[in-house]
């Protein structure tokens, strides 16, 4: 006879096994054994998806139901709460989502997943405000408190997707994050710009930025006198077409000499879509003085969109000078400008260690680009070890 090694584990280890299924799955081993039966009451991390019951054809109102009589009758801790669903016509509301979220809350929730199909609820909660927090990610929602506004004293992470938030008129625009170190935000939609620099001035311990098509309302160009740096960021991926922070101005050469300090970024990766220009791209290098790796993205609509012109500048910021190990262009489509920007980093970059540019196809170019390319491996280089590459 085979021996149940499983149902031996202490009940610690099967919490914690438990923990990764959907709750329902979990609820079910409770047939298993009487050393079972009571062991998903206490497992610490629910997990609802709404798939179970879609596969199934059971009516909605079943798992409204499961949900409730898991949360409100469960009296043991419940630090993580995930909410998943693929039904666009889901029927709970606002309210019992309200319900659900603060019964978790109160058991000391520390992580919250909520995952709905775009544009289908309005969410106006608590969680914004919430002290245990540690992770959040919300994806989906719309009609949200701005973010700007969070009280959120122990947030490490932090994911916003396909989300958009309401302008609060009643309050003053202020985030507070002390603790978070990864800000993940991706299709977002704020109403104004001032309120993302608002979001990122209340990160002063951020470390790791990920900015993918972020949305705004058209409105006054941000001041930056709220925060001058962000002293903990290492890496920042700035993927955004429609970011338009930095915007064309008669004042424009002011508004990049106050783009922040990043003293320990080490790494950046940059689309700057219809905001390209080599001034913006030089004053980011000029603000990140221990800049290592930089890949800049020149995917634009050039039928749409004016190359960006070149003009050498007079300085050399620091990163180049002692720094930069890897530089990429990604997506070229080997403009006279970008070759250009290719070698004042080779020029002026003493411990390079590669340049690699990355085409839309090598075997398209015509012969022009192609004596570029040989123009450009031709260049003078600051860095002896310093290997240049074209995929």
């Not at 991390?45 to 949360?71: C, E, H, Q, V």
């Not at 625009?173 to 939609?189: C, E, I, N, Q, R």
């Not at 993918?212 to 993927?239: E, Q, T």
């Not at 922040?260 to 000029?286: C, Q, R, Y």
Request: charged share 20%.
């Amino acid at each position: 006879m085979e021996v149940d090694r499983i149902s031996m584990l202490p009940d610690e280890v099967l919490y914690h096994i438990l923990s990764f299924l959907p709750t329902q799955i979990a609820a079910s081993t409770s047939v298993l054994s009487k050393r079972w039966k009571p062991l998903w009451l206490s497992v610490p991390a629910l997990f609802f998806d709404d798939r179970s019951y879609l596969l199934n054809d059971k009516p909605y109102l079943y798992f409204t139901k499961f949900i409730y009589a898991t949360i409100l009758t469960r009296d043991v801790p419940i630090r993580t709460f995930r909410l998943q669903c693929e039904d666009s016509h889901f029927n709970f509301s606002v309210s019992e989502l309200n319900i659900w979220v603060n019964a978790a809350i109160k058991r000391g929730l520390e992580n919250l997943y909520i995952r709905l199909p775009r544009n289908q609820l309005s969410w106006s909660s608590c969680i914004f405000s919430c002290k245990t927090l540690v992770v959040l990610e919300l994806v989906g929602l719309e009609d949200l408190d701005v973010i700007s506004f969070a009280h959120l004293p122990s947030l490490k992470t932090l994911h916003l997707i396909d989300v958009a938030f309401i302008e609060r008129q009643d309050l003053v625009s202020f985030a507070d994050l002390p603790s978070l170190k990864t800000l993940d935000v991706k299709d977002a939609h704020f109403p104004g710009r001032q309120y993302l620099v608002d979001l990122l001035a209340g990160c002063p311990n951020l470390e790791y930025m990920h900015l993918w098509v972020i949305y705004y309302d058209v409105g006054c160009i941000p001041c930056y006198k709220n925060f001058k740096s962000l002293s903990k960021l290492v890496r920042a991926d700035i993927h955004a077409i429609g970011f338009d922070i930095f915007v064309e101005s008669p004042e424009f050469d002011k508004y990049l000499d106050d783009i922040p300090l990043f003293p320990n970024l080490t790494h950046a990766e940059l689309m700057l879509g219809f905001d390209m220009s080599w001034d913006l791209v030089l004053a980011i290098l000029k603000h990140c003085p221990m800049l290592q790796n930089v890949v800049l993205d020149m995917q634009t609509h050039y039928a749409y969109y004016k190359e960006p012109v070149w003009i050498s500048p007079c300085c050399v910021p620091e990163c180049l000078s002692s720094q930069l190990r890897t530089c990429d262009i990604i997506n070229s489509e080997v403009k006279e400008s970008e070759l250009h920007f290719a070698k004042y980093i080779m020029q002026n970059s003493r411990v390079l260690r590669t340049m690699t540019i990355w085409t839309r196809g090598l075997s398209e170019l015509n012969v022009d680009k192609i004596e570029l390319l040989k123009e450009l491996f031709l260049c003078p280089r600051s860095s002896t070890i310093c290997e240049l590459s074209f995929i």
